[in-house]
């Protein structure tokens, strides 16, 4: 009985403690994700002119992050969208200094989206971080989700977050 009394009392604060999903804007970017803590963003421009933003926050010792370009000239021809992504996500490997990565999935689609493309790989750094990313593409944005920590990441949880990105606000 005691047990059960304790139980009952402790049920809110563990409640309390559990992390909610929330859906966050992607500064004015016009996409948004869905995440565990508020990225802090900045704006940047790549060689093209694109604007590029970038954000990350932390929560429970997972570094959740998310890169998100607004393509200047959209490209309208989906093989090549998704041959533009991986040169980016190519890019970013070598930026997040990678040691280590399990090789690109192909064939994914953002929430059975058949208008866009995804991949998905599993990255150790030279740090020992252990990362999952997934980049999407619809021609017109070009977003890249990770989460990375020393400890084994909690693939469940992850897996959710790396699939709440909206393009666009789709």
């Given amino acids: 009985?005691?047990?059960?009394?304790?139980?009952i009392?402790?049920?809110p604060?563990?409640?309390?403690?559990?992390?909610?999903?929330?859906k966050y804007p992607v500064s004015n970017s016009g996409c948004?994700?869905?995440g565990y803590c508020e990225p802090k963003y900045k704006i940047e421009y790549s060689e093209d002119s694109s604007k590029v933003y970038t954000g990350e926050c932390i929560s429970s010792e997972v570094t959740y992050?998310?890169?998100?370009?607004k393509?200047?000239?959209p490209v309208?021809?989906?093989v090549m969208a998704e041959d533009l992504m991986i040169s980016y996500v190519d890019y970013l490997k070598t930026n997040f200094n990678i040691k280590t990565s399990a090789g690109y999935g192909k064939g994914h689609r953002l929430n059975n989206d058949e208008n866009t493309r995804g991949i998905l790989d599993y990255w150790e750094d030279a740090e020992g971080d252990k990362w999952k990313i997934k980049a999407w593409t619809d021609g017109n944005y070009i977003g890249f989700m990770y989460a990375y920590s020393k400890k084994e990441l909690p693939e469940s949880k992850v897996n959710v977050f790396l699939d709440g990105?909206?393009?666009?606000d789709k």
């Avoid at 009985?1 to 139980?7: A, E, R, V």
């Avoid at 604060?13 to 929330?22: E, N």
Wanted: glycine share 8%; net charge positive.
């Fill in 76 to 78: 309208t021809n989906l």
């Fill in 65 to 69: 992050g998310v890169i998100c370009i």
């Fill in 165 to 168: 990105l909206r393009l666009g």
């Fill in 71 to 73: 393509l200047l000239k």
């Fill in 32 to 34: 948004s994700l869905y």
């Fill in 13 to 22: 604060v563990l409640a309390g403690q559990a992390q909610s999903l929330k």
């Fill in 1 to 7: 009985m005691k047990t059960t009394l304790l139980f």
């Fill in 9 to 11: 009392f402790l049920l």
